[in-house]
Structures are given as structure tokens and as C-alpha cells.
């Protein structure tokens, strides 16, 4: 797939994924939720030695200021359903890839753009970033995820609120209430994001991948996450990389893990 939308660089198994429309402040259209799908739905899964993905938006005034608000205006119900699900289906493929994602918000995260956020593994902030769910001010609610992520994040009593009164959020207040893991200078969100998956990327990478599945489904309808953990625990103790962790350990040296 051509992108017309994502700006894709892959430097030392980092892919940096720019969303590019910044007329429209990097609002999320049809085409550009197309591409979001194809690339972590196929396209990353083909990049050699990837160690993780930053997130951001092009220019200085904005992560993702939203669902492409044009685009929608008119949607009936039955439209509105089936947009919100295929949405919710997207964020879940980046909720969900098995390597480290992390949203570098340089600006503005609304509506559709803080759901995206929430739904990156960890967030950095700028400075100058806000982030609210202003939906209600349209006449509509979240529909890719908003109302159940916050909560996840900051907790029921300030998620009502942000969710009721469509208020922003700073960035000092968002790293006070959990919604993000660090607050940088404007203009050092990615390279932020980059130190941090750097960081992962000395763990043993099927480790990491069960961190994100195990955490994952303590939110998942269903499922036992304690079980998952068992599982996965199992999994990790059949692989190349523990007996290299465990044996480094031992010989008081750094793990040098494959990724077997
Ligand atoms: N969609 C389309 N265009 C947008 C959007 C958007 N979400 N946000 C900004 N733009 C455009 C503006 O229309 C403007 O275009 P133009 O220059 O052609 O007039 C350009 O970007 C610059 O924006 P502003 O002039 O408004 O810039 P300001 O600095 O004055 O304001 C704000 C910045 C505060 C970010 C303001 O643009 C704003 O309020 N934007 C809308 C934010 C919003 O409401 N976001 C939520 C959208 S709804 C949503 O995301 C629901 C997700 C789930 C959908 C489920 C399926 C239906």
C-alpha cells in the first residue's frame, strides 16, 4: 500500500510513524485509518529487527486533533456503528502488536487522538501537548475506545468529568493523573520515545511480547488474566533467550538474548 498519509522512517530497528496531515491537524480520515491498519496490521510485522514504534504527528501544533470531523457529519447510526467498530479494531492492532509502542504527543491529543494514544503502550508528552475527549461538544461520544481506556488510565472520578465537560487536560496534569509516563520539553517527544524503546529492546523481546499480552488481558471480557500469566510464564521458560538471561545472571555478565 502507497501511504499518502504516514510518514514511515526505520532507522536502527525503530520505525518512527509521522501522521501527515497538518492542515487538518493531523485529523484522522478514512484514507489515514487505512493506513494506521495496514501498517500494524501487516506492514510492521515485515520490518527486520524492529525494536519498536514511535507514534506522532506531523508539525508542532498537534499529535491527532481527532476523528476527521468533515468526514462524519452525516453518518447515520447504522454508519456511525460501523465506523466506531472499525476504529476500535484498528487502536486494538496497536494496543495489541508485540513490540513496544509509544506515542510521542507533540500537541493537541482529542478526541480520536487521545484514544489513539491511550492506545499506544506509553506515552510521552511535550510540554505543550493537551489531551481531552471533547466529543460531547459535537453531540457524540468516543467511539474508538475513549470512554474505556480513560477510565483504565486516570480512574472513573476524572474520566466522567473530562468525558462530561470535554475539558483539556496539560500535560503536567496528565502525568499527575497516570495518563502519560513522562513530560519532556516541546520538541523532545520522539527522541524520548526513542531512549525508552531502546531501553526495552536490551530485554529479551518474547518477554516483552508476553508483557503486552498479559497486561492486555487484565482489561479483556473473558479472560483469566491470571491464567494468561501462567501460560505465558511457561512459554517464556521454554525459550533460548531465559536459559542466556538466567545464565548471565549467574556469571555476572549482561544477557546477550536472540529473540529465540
Ligand atoms: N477534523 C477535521 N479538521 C480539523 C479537526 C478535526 N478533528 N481539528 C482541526 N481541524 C482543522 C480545522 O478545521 C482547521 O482547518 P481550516 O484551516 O481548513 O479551517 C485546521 O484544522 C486548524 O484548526 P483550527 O483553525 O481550529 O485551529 P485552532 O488552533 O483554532 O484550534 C483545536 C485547535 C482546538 C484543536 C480545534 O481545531 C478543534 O477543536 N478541533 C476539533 C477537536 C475535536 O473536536 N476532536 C474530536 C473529533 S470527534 C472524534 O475524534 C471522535 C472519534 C471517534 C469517532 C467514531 C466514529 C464516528
Known amino acids: 500500500m502507497v501511504y499518502e498519509n504516514l510518514q514511515i522512517t526505520h532507522d536502527n530497528g ?95 491529543a482529542l478526541g480520536g487522538g487521545c484514544e489513539l494514544a491511550m492506545a499506544c503502550h506509553l506515552r510521552v508528552a511535550g510540554e505543550k501537548a493537551k489531551f481531552g475527549q471533547p466529543e460531547v461538544n459535537l453531540g457524540l461520544i468516543p467511539g474508538y475506545g475513549g470512554t474505556q481506556r480513560l477510565i483504565q488510565y486516570i480512574g472513573k472520578t476524572k474520566a466522567i468529568e473530562l468525558l462530561m465537560t470535554a475539558d483539556m487536560l496539560g500535560a503536567a496534569e496528565a502525568l499527575q493523573l497516570g495518563l502519560v509516563n513522562y513530560v519532556v520539553p516541546a520538541g523532545e517527544e520522539v527522541s524520548k520515545a526513542t531512549e525508552l524503546i531502546e531501553k526495552i529492546a536490551a530485554k529479551a523481546p518474547f518477554a516483552i511480547s508476553k508483557i503486552i499480552e498479559t497486561v492486555n488481558a487484565y482489561y479483556e471480557e473473558g479472560v483469566d488474566g491470571f491464567w494468561k500469566e501462567v501460560d505465558a510464564f511457561g512459554e517464556c521458560c521454554g525459550t533460548d533467550d531465559f536459559r542466556e538471561g538466567a545464565t548471565a545472571f549467574v556469571e555476572k555478565r549482561k544477557a546477550n538474548f536472540q529473540g529465540k
Not at 501487516?42 to 486533533?65: N, Q, R, S
Not at 476527521?68 to 456503528?81: R, V
Open 14 to 108: 525503530i520505525a518512527l510513524v509521522t501522521i501527515s496531515r497538518e492542515k487538518a491537524l493531523n485529523a484522522l480520515n478514512t484514507q489515514t485509518m487505512l493506513e494506521l491498519r495496514h501498517f500494524f496490521g501487516e506492514a510492521a510485522f515485515e520490518l527486520e529487527d524492529l525494536k519498536g514504534i514511535v507514534l506522532t504527528g506531523a508539525g508542532e501544533k498537534a499529535f491527532v486533533a481527532g476523528a476527521d470531523i468533515t468526514e462524519f457529519s452525516s453518518l447515520s447510526a447504522p454508519e456511525g456503528m460501523q465506523m466506531a467498530k472499525r476504529g476500535q479494531d484498528i487502536f486494538f492492532l496497536v494496543e495489541r502488536f508485540p513490540k513496544p509502542v509509544v506515542a510521542a504527543v507533540n500537541g493537541f
